[in-house]
């Protein structure tokens, strides 16, 4: 018999937060985290303000200042907040929109006719989440100020000065009590003041860094002031300029419907891979939508149509929309009124209109550029043919392999020596360099849940190769068969064998060298991997410190420097001997597992993509002759995770 419910579920249960509580009970709702990505959302929020001021015509420069202790002030000179009586709460607009959820000028009542972020809850959310904020309005000749901590006034708006100048200057500081993280990062919030930038032709955004200069990076960038008059070409040019372009202008089209509109640059280059960013009103939609739809579909019926016309493409020939995006990059940005986005993330457009719009504007301004420009459609339509051609012989390798290596029959390499486990979430495989490290490996390991695949030799640059060439590569093939989940366009994340992958190569440019070449494998064939966060780096030691019988790791000169004092205790003359490991190669079984698979006391590194955009640059750049950049990226970009499984 069931147990008999006795709670009931009445009015006392229900809990009604007052004014802004509920963002700081759930924080994540609003700005999405409370790690780095949202202590940054925060200053984005602010910014935005300021350019849905500039998207209405008001705002010319705006300037975001990192200050010292990790505050961020943002000065604009729009209109400058409202500072009159609301008439609804009889208080003064300045303090609505910073203590009231879902106030502001995006709600119809003619402030804005397009905006990004938050859509009027934003400078409330900051609010929420700051331990204090300051607001400047400078309007009518007057500089009004209003204080606020977590979300409440502690300072009713008053004039402190006069002013000659309209604007507004916020200043805020996160909550301690909300973030874990409260550093702020110069190059993300350069990266992101750049692509607005970009986005809003003419509008000058200047960003600074005002701590006092950080020891382990002295010569960093801290002082950038960005203004683009040539708006998304130049940003096509920018994302183009590690890569060779096949022509020299970046094609630019837009076009306006009622209180809509669409701008598209693109250019092609040299390379195999697309990249296409899209946004709708400034905000970036990586999970595509409508707009892209739109773009997409118009680019392959207007370049067919363009080749037939011109005898390049034979009647019966065709080319598909992977053929006519091979080396394309390409811009997107719509404005609109009430954007509607899909999913949990709201990273779709699903607007069904601007699908329409953009493929209109694309079709009629794409094809006149061809046909004013012969030899750059040329060009373009001799790259979609090489482009077709290479995809078939990449169909007929990829059968071909199937049929030789029985990937499709769970045949697996011989190099791998596989673990027991089945549960693809508990199995971890390291990919190693060199077969006397993978060796000690495979002796040193826990056979229950770890599988070690031998790498020998370098790999093949995914980068400078077509797809055809990467199916048959005799380096990657067992990589592919391992795995088991395919790649490309055939990728099955849930055929994904092992939860953890993790790249085990020397502590040098060599081995640095190796897990770049790898990482732009999955990057352009596996990218799931990377952005479900299945990829790491393993991190051997640098130094063996040895003082009598008693033995200990270092993985950094200034670690090499604590543990030897350590180790010599109250006796600063006693000796302890330092031996630089020179590979992965000459450790021993005990050795590795000890200080780099055990789960209990080794370090991993979790690579991550961050923003897709920046991360196609970063391997096109990767990949070219210089290896001391390849060094420096892996070293700054892969996230350290100390004793990630305890």
Known sequence: MADKITQEYDASQIQVLEGLEAVRVRPGMYIGSTSSSGLHHLVYEIVDNAIDEALAGYCRHIVVTIEPGNSISVDDDGRGIPVDIQEQTGLPALEVVYTVLHAGGKFGGGGYKVSGGLHGVGASVVNALSEWLEVEVHKNGSVYQMKFSRGKKTQDMKIIGTTDRTGTIVRFQPDPQMFDELVYDFEILHTRMREQAFLNAGLQITIKDERPESAEKPEAQRYDSMCYEGGIREF?????????????????????????????????????????????????????????????????RVLNAYGRKKGILKEEESLSGDDCREGLTAIISVKLENPQFEGQTKDKLGSSDMRTLVDGILQEKLSEFLEENPAVGKTILEKCLTASRAREAARKARESIRNKSGLESGGMPEKLKDCNERDPALCEIYIVEGDSAAGSANQGRDSRFQAVLAMWGKMLNVEKARMDKVYKNEKLQPIIAALGAGIGDDFNLEKLRYHKIIIMADADVDGSHIRTLLLTFFFRYMRPLIEQGYVYSAVPPLYKLTRGKQQRVAYSDAERDRVSAEMRGDNPNAKVDIARYKGLGEMNKDELWETTMDPERRTLRRITLGDALQADQVFSLLMGEEVEPRREWIEQNARYVENLDI
């Open 236 to 300: 096509v040019s920018y994302l183009n300029h590690s890569k060779t372009p096949l022509h020299p202008e970046v094609i630019y089209v837009a076009g306006k419907r009622e209180d809509s509109e669409a701008e598209v640059a693109l250019q092609y280059n040299d390379g195999y891979s697309e990249v296409i960013v899209s946004f709708a009103n400034n905000i970036h939609t990586p999970g595509g939508g409508m707009h892209e739809t739109g773009f997409k579909t118009a680019l392959t």
